[in-house]
């Protein structure tokens, strides 16, 4: 086979359909990477910038395209000033070697690294470390929460723990805008996962381009048009070395719906840009004139309506689960939904949103 872009013979078949050599490959990477932030218009030339590594191979890919597009030359050149970041999930000797070699990656591109441990969420001092330094910490909140609630609620607690951190290690810097990994994969699987816990009114904050839910700081997303295939393609091809594979194989909400994204995109090649394609033509629809921002995800609260709700009617079903058939008791149970007395979904309406009213309910212990 023919490359698409050149006469070269192709080694790489792209979502069974496009052929690429190995040199095309790389700078198509490269262009989606650049075209990308170029479309969006939102970075200033030297731009202070934090970027925030995993380990896993897409924040691998992110580290090399950001050395490749800071090293080039003439107007291509991506001109920012970048801050690299590692959140440590668990305080063991393996996490902590391989944040070690996620140091190491980043000196040989001359990037210093701030690696931060995940509890300090319940710090209310400056969190920000000294640069290349692993800092321990004995808190083990985070630890003892995993063992107490569902998978689904420890994951989804997790993103918005580390979305927190982004923004308070961002504004210690003075860097106004945040770039993360995610890839157009993940963020179809994203979606569908939104949908199923009960954000979906926050869609295009978790899986467009850019999250402006904070007033001074936003979230980029400058790899959300490159796929897990081609990830996986770039780490042979440039010889990289990812420290974490972040496939989910726990059991969870979360893992299912990996699991069926893969399995259709495997049999269906369009599914993961068909499912992006959707998000990006979601918005928001609230009235955002006297709106409430949730606590936790800063997410706008959903106002309260005059129609019944499909919160209100879940809060009616599960009250009524645990209530007797009394006459009585039901009308005790509408009142109180219209009083907006929530046991079950506690403050929602008020400070935070559905989704994490929800997880509030279960981890209000560790939150």
């Known amino acids: 086979m023919i490359c698409r872009k050149c006469d070269a013979s192709a080694t790489i078949l792209i979502r069974k359909e496009y052929w690429y050599c190995n040199t095309c490959f790389i700078t198509n990477t490269n262009h989606k990477f650049r075209a990308c932030l170029g479309k969006s218009k939102t970075l200033s030339s030297n731009e202070k910038v934090l970027i925030c590594l995993s380990g896993g191979a897409n924040s691998i890919v992110l580290l090399e395209l950001v050395h490749s597009g800071i090293t080039l030359d003439g107007t291509k050149k991506l001109r920012v000033v ?31 690294l701030y690696v931060i441990n995940i509890n300090e969420y319940y710090s209310t001092n400056n969190v920000l470390p000294k640069p290349n330094i692993i800092t321990q910490t004995k808190t083990e909140a985070l630890n003892n929460m995993k063992l107490n609630v569902s998978t689904t609620i420890y994951h989804d607690a997790i993103v918005k723990i580390k979305r927190n951190l982004f923004l308070r ?42 999250d402006q839910r904070d007033k001074t700081i936003r979230i980029l997303r400058p790899m959300k048009d490159i796929s897990n295939e081609e990830i996986e393609y770039f780490v042979k091809l440039k010889q990289l070395n990812p420290v974490y594979d972040h ?77 007797p058939s009394a006459t009585n008791d039901k009308i005790e149970v509408m009142q109180s939904i219209s009083e907006d007395k929530n046991p079950i979904f506690p403050n929602i309406n008020e400070t935070l949103c559905y989704g994490c009213s929800r997880n509030y309910s279960e981890l209000n212990t560790y939150l």
Do not use: W
Request: neutral net charge; aromatic residues 6%.
């Open 82 to 112: 970048p801050f690299f970041l590692h959140i440590i999930e668990t305080a063991t000797e393996d996490a902590i070697r391989k944040a070690n070699i996620i140091i190491d990656q980043c000196k040989k591109h001359n990037f210093n």
């Open 169 to 210: 290690v961002a504004s210690e810097l003075s860097c106004k805008i945040i770039f993360t990994a995610e890839t157009t994969t993940q963020l179809a699987k994203r979606l569908l996962t939104n949908l199923a816990i009960g954000r979906g009114s926050q869609v295009e904050y978790d899986i467009g381009f850019a």
């Open 247 to 323: 496939s989910n194989t726990e059991t969870g909400l979360q893992s299912v719906i990996d699991n069926f994204v893969s399995d259709l995109q495997d049999n269906y090649p369009a599914t993961v840009s068909t499912v992006c394609k959707t998000a990006d033509k979601i918005g928001s629809m609230e009235n955002t004139t006297n709106r409430k921002n949730c606590t936790l995800c800063q997410s706008i609260v959903a106002l309260k309506s005059a129609k019944l709700t499909a919160v209100e009617a879940t809060i009616f079903s599960r009250q009524m689960c645990f209530k």
